[in-house]
């Protein structure tokens, strides 16, 4: 185990639902990540955060909400999401949002929009 | 623009076969170069970081290298085993510390 755990493990979801995915890492790490990774293409960098900070949010559609209420953990908030969305979303976190590729991943939610 | 390329895309080995895998990039300035397994339905895991200045790093059955010049990383596996049957994935990261993933090459291990 990498020492982040993300729920849930699966999700199916219609158009209209409202869900949160959840991430919480046990390493003391002042950085977490929310990536997106769909089938053929390389992982995409969502949101960063830094000291429950925002420092980075990649151009991402407004049905994707992110919160970080403490440094251990970070929600993704979904709302009115499309078939396209489905994908497996992966949380991260590293010691500092300077190392951004010393990053510890957790396994993923694997989120179906119907 | 930063780019990560990975070949091949899908390699199928028997076990107890050796494998590389080359990814190269174009990541400018550059930082440093990390091999990620990522099995299937999980989270990527580090293998290996290598720096500019090194060029063979290895962990267990995995050995990796860099030449800086060329811009190209390769990951050889040694004896192949069932369970190195997953996805490994090419980061680099440059001096935005924003990192650039490859599209990965999915290994498969027959018995």
């Known amino acids: 185990e990498t020492g982040v755990t993300q729920t849930p493990r699966h999700l199916v979801m219609g158009m209209t639902n409202k869900k949160s995915l959840k991430c919480e890492q046990h390493l003391g790490h002042n950085a977490m990540y929310w990536y997106k990774q769909s089938a053929k293409k390389p992982l995409e960098l969502m949101f960063v955060y830094s000291l429950e900070e925002r420092v980075e949010n990649n151009s991402v559609p407004s049905r994707f909400s992110p919160e970080c209420p403490n440094s251990s953990h970070l929600f993704l908030h979904l709302h009115t999401l499309q078939p396209e969305d489905s994908a497996l979303y992966l949380c991260?976190?590293?010691?500092?949002?300077?190392?951004?590729?010393?990053?510890?991943f957790g396994p993923g939610t694997r989120l179906t929009v119907l | 623009k930063n780019q990560v390329e990975q070949s091949p895309q899908s390699l199928i080995i028997l076990e107890g076969k050796n494998c590389t895998l080359q990814?190269?990039?174009?990541?400018?300035?550059?930082?440093?170069l990390r091999w990620y397994k990522q099995d299937t339905g999980r989270g990527p895991v580090s293998l290996t970081i290598?720096?500019?200045?090194?060029n063979t790093k290895s962990n267990g059955r995995y050995t990796a290298t860099l030449d800086a010049d060329t811009k190209q990383s390769s990951l050889h596996i040694t004896a192949s085993q069932l369970s190195d049957s997953a996805s490994y994935i090419c980061?680099?990261?440059?001096?935005?510390?924003?990192?650039?993933f490859g599209r990965g090459t999915s290994l498969i291990v027959h018995p």
């Open positions: 990814c190269n990039y174009t990541v400018s300035p550059f930082s440093n």
């Open positions: 991260a976190s590293s010691e500092d949002v300077r190392d951004r590729n010393e990053q510890f």
């Open positions: 290598m720096t500019f200045s090194e």
């Open positions: 980061v680099s990261l440059g001096g935005s510390y924003i990192p650039t």
